[in-house]
């Protein structure tokens, strides 16, 4: 039943022209800090040979990019989430949900897996771009891999997030603008708080990527991710159900 | 329809408020196999409320609804295989073709893998759907969207039909193959529909329900409705009239109001009938009676009053 409804949602979103643009254009983005990062590095190539503990393409230049891969997730997943509840809210086309023989729990875990699945298109495709520097230098695999793995992490709580944000409702303009308001606003926290305040920092997604982006598999990160994502699917769940309440 | 047909639906006392306000105070309602129950009501009624109540998209305060055995509020999963729910709006995702629609709606109502190649044919064929299979949803006009709301909500063969105003906005010839359709469903399953149009319920119900600042203050059979309050009697054309007295002394008749210089409107009893010996007198006298009418009360009186009788 979930997957059935992750597929009807993962093709609805390709059937949307505006995905194949939004696909398009972040292919373009990539493509362009990817190769400004490569040329930059190429540049200092002969000065960072001469250091005893160099770093390598992936460090200067894989890296950096999957961070700037993060940074544009967080603008770009509202724009998906808005529709996964709101819009079908408006429409009224919840209610084929709500009458059919699904649960809540169903209804949320599909829609999330949906769109979990577009966005990892757009991650693999990035990395895959990455990955074509295997063709010149030797890259470090283990670095690679905690920063999938961490952009696989943020793309998901961002997701948990935005769906929560769209149950609550029934306008996807209120929904995608108060996702991308809670975003920068973590965001925020974590850029602007103090070194020493790490309280604050801890709050915000994006700080627990940090870490995955340097090469840092820490158990609290994970915990963290997964905390993120159970707290806010169990919130719209739970906001479903109080749908058929209260509404 | 016989009156030993299985109960498919049963609803008790269900209780549905807004907030602070209540909208439906204790609504009960049953419904045979092979019925189709007709749900009167001005607009805000609450008959919308009432019906997503009974395809489990909202939830009653308090009550039971119970179909083809299960209880929905306690067992929503296995209840909910056996309804068919077209809410107001078709809810239908216009980016998708015909087919992937129902293909959807089908998997979401558990069929069979194997089953839901004959299960989309069957219902494009009862719906007239043949030819628009691969058509967006979103370029279809709104009556053949209706059509596949319809579709959806049969795919899967349920036991309980709900439609909520199902022949909104279609034109007439639209709506007279829904009916058709709607009337063919209700021999093989139950159907409960809404709607403010009487003549629909004159057409296709064999019950009607009427529902009044969400309470059901009437219900019968549809032509038991029709003869509601009403007054047995005829209207008559005599083309050169005698005086009124002469009409009034016919045996059994009780009043004699004259509408126009030639017609009359003549009440009687409701278990005689004095027009045969009315006719025959005209034949003697002369009065040449061109037209007799039978007093027929039109489902919006019989409507009218009955919610008004319910205000006082």
């Not at chain 2, 529909?193 to 629909?200: D, F, K, R, V």
Request: proline fraction near 4%; charge should be neutral; hydrophobic fraction near 50%.
């Amino acid at each position: 039943m979930i997957l059935t409804i992750s597929l009807k949602e993962f093709r609805s979103l390709l059937a949307i022209p505006s995905t194949w643009l939004i696909l398009g254009a972040l292919q373009f983005i990539f493509a362009w800090f990817f190769l400004a990062r490569l040329d930059a590095f190429l540049q200092v190539q002969s000065q960072l040979a001469q250091l005893a503990n160099a770093p390598g393409a992936t460090l200067a230049v894989a890296a950096p990019l999957l961070g700037t891969v993060a940074l544009i997730l967080m603008m770009l997943i509202p724009i998906f989430t808005m529709r996964l509840i709101a819009e079908e809210r408006r429409n009224q086309t919840l209610t084929l949900l709500m009458s059919a023989p699904v649960s809540d729990i169903h209804i949320v875990i599909g829609k999330f897996i949906g769109l979990m699945l577009l966005l990892l298109l757009i991650i693999i495709s990035c990395l895959l771009m990455v990955l074509a520097l295997a063709t010149g230098t030797q890259l470090d695999t283990g670095l690679l891999f905690t920063n999938a793995l961490g952009l696989i992490l943020l793309a998901a709580s961002y997701t948990a997030l935005g769906l929560y944000i769209s149950s609550l409702t029934a306008q996807p303009a209120v929904a995608a603008i108060g996702t991308l308001a809670i975003f920068f606003g973590l965001w925020l926290v974590e850029v602007s708080a103090v070194d020493h305040d790490k309280s604050w920092r801890a709050l915000a997604p994006t700080s627990h990527f940090q870490n995955l982006n340097i090469g840092l598999l820490n158990s609290t990160d994970l915990m963290f991710f997964l905390l993120f994502c159970i707290t806010f699917l169990l919130l719209t769940i739970r906001r479903l159900y109080n749908n058929r309440i209260y509404s | 329809m016989s009156v030993i047909a299985p109960i498919t639906l049963s609803a008790r006392n269900l209780i549905r408020r807004f907030g602070q306000r209540e909208v439906i105070h204790g609504v009960s309602l049953e419904l045979r196999h092979g019925e189709v129950l007709g749900l009167l009501g001005h607009n805000g009624a609450g008959k919308s409320t009432t019906l997503q109540m009974l395809a489990g998209a909202l939830l009653p305060h308090s009550g039971e609804i119970e179909i083809c055995g299960f209880n929905l509020i306690r067992q929503p999963q296995k209840t909910k295989t056996n309804i068919g729910f077209l809410p107001e709006t078709p809810p239908l995702y216009r980016e998708m073709s015909v087919n992937d629609f129902l293909i959807f709606a089908a998997k979401l109502h558990r069929i069979p893998r194997a089953q839901i190649t004959n299960a989309l044919t069957e219902a494009k064929r009862r719906c007239g759907l043949q030819d628009s299979g691969k058509k967006i949803i979103g370029t279809l006009s709104k009556g053949y969207q209706q059509r596949v709301g319809i579709a959806q909500a049969i795919i899967h063969q349920p036991e309980v039909i709900i439609l909520d105003e199902p022949t909104v906005g279609l034109d007439p010839s639209q709506i007279r193959d829904i009916r058709a359709l709607i009337r063919e469903l209700g021999n093989m399953h139950s159907v409960i529909l809404s709607t403010h149009l009487l003549g629909e319920v004159e057409n296709i119900c064999d019950r009607v329900e009427i529902m009044h600042h969400g309470r059901l203050i009437y219900g019968d059979s549809s032509t038991k409705m029709q003869q509601y309050g009403s007054q047995s009697g005829f209207i008559v054309t005599l083309l050169a009239p005698p005086a009124l007295s002469e009409l009034q002394a016919i045996a059994d008749v009780q009043q004699v109001d004259p509408l126009s210089t030639t017609q009359f409107r003549i009440l009687h009893t409701a278990n005689t009938n004095p027009s045969v010996a009315l006719l025959a007198l005209a034949a003697q006298h002369g009065w040449q009676a061109e037209q007799l009418v039978p007093l027929r009360t039109r489902l919006e009186d019989v409507f009218m009053q009955i919610t008004q009788d319910e205000k006082l």
